[in-house]
């Protein structure tokens, strides 16, 4: 069995010379996908990864179930359904634990949470992402057929809120270290090449550039500035020449669509995208966020928002 913390306040104090990995789980196959992403991308040695589970209340309907006599007989109790939460989320636990020492990362780079709920799921996962961590890692969805258990998923909730660091949400099961970066001039910064740069800057991926444009007519010299000056900015992380590469991508079908084909014709099992910082009414309710819409197409893939 691994050792647990349990946490009254809403951060956990580890080695500050690491760079520090928020995996939110529930106990839930997807969850055990986002731990499994982390393993298999993230540099064992230099990150601590802290698998950070809120202690859900009971919901309602089970004490009222239990008190009624009608469905005594058949409905399990609300202690069984604590111990049944607990047994579930230790088991997962010591699974995610198995996983990640397989990978490399020592026993003392692993960091189990438990704690209280404080305010609501999505804003303790907000509030603990501020206490120095490089990234929020997150299954796609929660136990969602089993909604009594946990949570659904908190993806969409969060997207918007993260700042700084990337929100990692993850769809699939199997992963290859190809990162695929949708980048746009107008979005992305050198702090956001910067992040994913210093991230993986002791793993072995890959990363290729992708910048979609609608026209072939279009300053050819300005976008190839603009992309050789990320690349720039990534190489100086270690990464070989040959392990960024870039490519100019005119849109057919629609910039999202276009974006993750791209992704699947190339074995790039993770897409990395920027997010504007304000967005009008119309854009924000009746043409929606990018990376929404990348996230809604790539249901197999790792998807960063950055931002």
């Known amino acids: 069995m691994v050792n647990i913390i349990q946490t009254k306040g809403f951060f956990v104090v580890i080695d500050e010379q690491k760079q520090k990995i928020l995996i939110a789980v529930d106990g839930s196959p997807q969850?055990?996908?986002?731990?499994?992403?982390?393993?298999?991308?993230?540099?064992?040695?230099?990150?601590?990864?802290?698998?950070?589970?809120?202690?859900?209340?009971?919901?309602?309907?089970?004490?009222?179930?239990?008190?009624?006599?009608?469905?005594?007989?058949t409905t399990?109790?609300?202690?069984?359904?604590?111990?049944?939460?607990?047994?579930?989320?230790?088991?997962?636990?010591?699974?995610?634990?198995?996983m990640l020492t397989n990978a490399g990362f020592p026993a003392?780079?692993?960091?189990?949470?438990?704690?209280?709920?404080?305010?609501?799921?999505?804003?303790?996962?907000?509030?603990?992402?501020?206490?120095?961590?490089?990234?929020?890692?997150?299954?796609?969805?929660?136990?969602?057929?089993?909604?009594?258990?946990?949570?659904?998923?908190f993806a969409q909730k969060l997207m918007g809120k993260v700042r700084d660091i990337p929100l990692i949400i993850v769809g699939g099961e199997r992963f290859s270290r190809n990162i695929?970066?949708?980048?746009?001039?107008?979005?992305?910064?050198?702090?956001?090449?910067?992040?994913?740069?210093?991230?993986?800057?002791s793993s072995n991926c890959s990363f290729k550039i992708c910048h979609a444009v609608k026209s072939s007519s279009i300053d050819q010299r300005r976008i190839n500035r603009s992309i050789g000056e990320a690349r720039s900015l990534l190489l100086r992380y270690g990464k070989p020449e040959a392990c960024v590469t870039s490519e100019v991508l005119q849109i057919k079908k629609g910039l999202a669509?276009?974006?993750?084909?791209?992704?699947?014709?190339?074995?790039?099992?993770?897409?990395?995208?920027?997010?504007?910082?304000?967005?009008?009414?119309?854009?924000?309710?009746?043409?929606?966020?990018?990376?929404?819409?990348?996230?809604?197409?790539?249901?197999?893939?790792a998807v960063w928002v950055l931002g």
């Open 31 to 73: 969850a055990l996908n986002a731990v499994r992403y982390v393993a298999t991308i993230m540099d064992p040695l230099s990150t601590i990864v802290v698998l950070f589970n809120i202690e859900n209340e009971m919901p309602a309907w089970v004490r009222e179930v239990e008190d009624n006599p009608l469905y005594q007989s």
């Open 180 to 201: 695929l970066i949708a980048y746009d001039p107008a979005v992305w910064t050198n702090k956001n090449v910067n992040c994913v740069g210093s991230l993986l800057k």
């Open 257 to 301: 669509v276009d974006i993750v084909e791209a992704a699947v014709t190339g074995n790039f099992d993770t897409i990395v995208v920027g997010r504007r910082g304000f967005l009008s009414f119309y854009d924000e309710q009746l043409v929606g966020r990018f990376s929404k819409k990348i996230l809604n197409q790539a249901n197999e893939m």
């Open 76 to 98: 399990v109790s609300a202690k069984h359904w604590s111990l049944n939460r607990k047994k579930i989320i230790l088991q997962f636990f010591d699974d995610a634990r198995l």
């Open 108 to 153: 003392e780079n692993i960091c189990p949470v438990i704690r209280a709920k404080q305010v609501g799921i999505a804003s303790d996962i907000l509030e603990e992402s501020k206490e120095g961590y490089c990234a929020v890692v997150m299954g796609r969805s929660g136990i969602s057929k089993l909604k009594y258990l946990f949570f659904d998923s």
